[in-house]
């Protein structure tokens, strides 16, 4: 073997080596970003979307919802964005939900992933008042109208106004003789779908559309609102229901060790 066929033999394995270290590390590299990318919490599904946990299941990635919307709202996500690649969801600062009466994103959906009658009324109408993309939160410490500044944009823009934006008048404790007219959200209303967060006025908005598994807390079944109706109801069937009989033959036949 010559020299110069000896160097052409080495300079070949060792593009070989690095070749095999290239793919592996690539390998490693795109493993985590997926992996990472499949735990994101902060991803905003489409109206209907199942729960978090059903969703990346369903979803068969195939763009439909992403093509039915008119106002190029929804993305198929990419690798290096949030959320598992090629699967639907929108950034409302950049672009929010416009909520289209006839919902046509959720009725493209060939796979369930977006479940219609979850915005739908008691008739089957589609009704995007009842979609639940995410709730939004304010960051009163950088909102302006918190500071005593004449704002009210989010509460402007909202489709349900004094529903899932209502102003609070406060008084302005730095003069002592103004108010101040501060956005409050209601998450029993809030659809979710960004206009506050898209026209909040500030450099970062200081309102803030986040999943509601994320944003919300969970107070538990150990708690009643007696003034709630439903509360009420599940307080009466969760009720003891007293013993048929004589009550001392069902304390003296030991009932309440049973219970």
Request: glycine residues 10%.
């Amino acid at each position: 073997m010559t020299g110069r066929e000896g160097m052409d033999r080495r300079s070949f394995l060792a593009g070989m080596l690095k070749g095999a270290a290239a793919s592996a590390v690539g390998g490693v590299v795109w493993g985590g970003l997926v992996a990472g990318m499949d735990r994101a919490p902060l991803v905003l599904r489409p109206p209907g979307a199942l729960a978090a946990d059903n969703f990346p299941a369903t979803c068969i990635r195939c763009g439909r919802c992403v093509a039915a919307c008119p106002y190029d709202t929804l993305e198929l996500a990419t690798p290096g964005r949030p959320g598992p690649v090629g699967m639907p969801a929108f950034t409302p600062r950049k672009t929010p939900c416009y909520l289209c009466q006839d919902i046509p994103c959720t009725a493209a959906c060939p796979s369930g992933a977006l479940d219609p009658s979850s915005v739908c009324d008691e008739t089957g109408a589609p009704d995007i008042t009842r979609a639940r993309m995410g709730v939004a939160v304010i960051d009163y410490t950088n909102c302006i109208a918190a500071w005593g500044l004449r704002c009210d944009v989010c509460y402007r823009v909202c489709p349900l106004v004094d529903k899932a934006i209502l102003l609070e008048m406060t008084r302005n404790e730095r003069t002592g003789r103004h108010a101040r007219l501060v956005p409050r959200i209601d998450p029993e209303h809030c659809t979710g779908c960004g206009l506050c967060e898209h026209a909040c006025v500030v450099e970062k908005a200081a309102v803030f559309v986040q999943p509601r598994e994320v944003a919300l807390g969970r107070v538990g079944d150990q708690y009643i609102r007696g003034w709630d109706r439903a509360d009420e109801r599940r307080l009466r069937q969760d009720a003891v229901q007293p013993p048929e009989g004589d009550p001392l033959d069902y304390l003296n036949g030991g009932g309440l060790d049973d219970e």
